[in-house]
């Protein structure tokens, strides 16, 4: 593997693109993201471009890990937020591809999402994972403390239900 280098993603056609490839890949695998397989190339890229208005309007961060000029995983910090909640934010969207796994990638994407959120002034991360083939025990070695299961939360991918795993986990001064 190449230097990997962690930034902040925008929308043009070629990063579009690329993060609609990660997705499709990541849904046909299983991954629990929100979305059903099989996934059409045009769907993701919507999501894409949705995903990357709202993080030129500062309500969200997509992070990209680039492995040269290959787009290794992804994830999003989103930190739109009500009033009494100015504190808070949740990671969402967390995916390395298939054939980068396994190599510190998605590691290395949390801890730029949790910093970045330190940034930005939040005290408090928060998210969730499929209970089955999620990813808890990255979680939890990053520190995040588990809260609970919520039993038949998602449809996976390729049907039937999952739970989910609720986490969080305090940052910056205030920890």
């Known amino acids: 593997m190449n230097s990997l280098e962690i930034r902040a993603l925008y929308d043009d056609a070629t ?10 890949e990541t849904v046909a695998a299983g991954g629990s993201v ?4 099989p996934l059409s190339p045009d769907a993701a890229l919507e999501f894409w471009r949705k995903s990357l208005a709202a993080a030129a309007r500062g309500e969200r961060a997509v992070l990209g ?27 969402a969207k967390l995916m390395t591809r298939l054939d980068r796994r396994g190599k510190g990638i998605a590691t290395l994407l949390m801890r730029a999402a949790e910093q970045l959120a330190v940034e930005r002034g939040r005290t408090l991360l928060v998210l969730d994972t499929a209970s089955e083939d999620g990813a808890a025990g990255l979680y939890e070695k990053l520190g995040f403390t588990l809260t609970g299961e919520i039993p038949d939360y998602a449809l996976k991918p390729h049907g039937g239900l999952t739970g989910t795993l609720i986490y969080w986990k305090r940052i910056g001064r205030d920890r």
Request: proline share 7%.
């Open 15 to 24: 990063t579009s693109g690329m993060l609609a490839e990660l997705l499709v």
């Open 34 to 37: 929100s979305f059903m397989h």
């Open 65 to 91: 890990a680039w492995d040269g000029e290959t787009l290794a995983g992804t994830v999003t910090l989103l930190l739109d937020y009500p009033p009494n909640q100015p504190h808070r934010a949740e990671i």
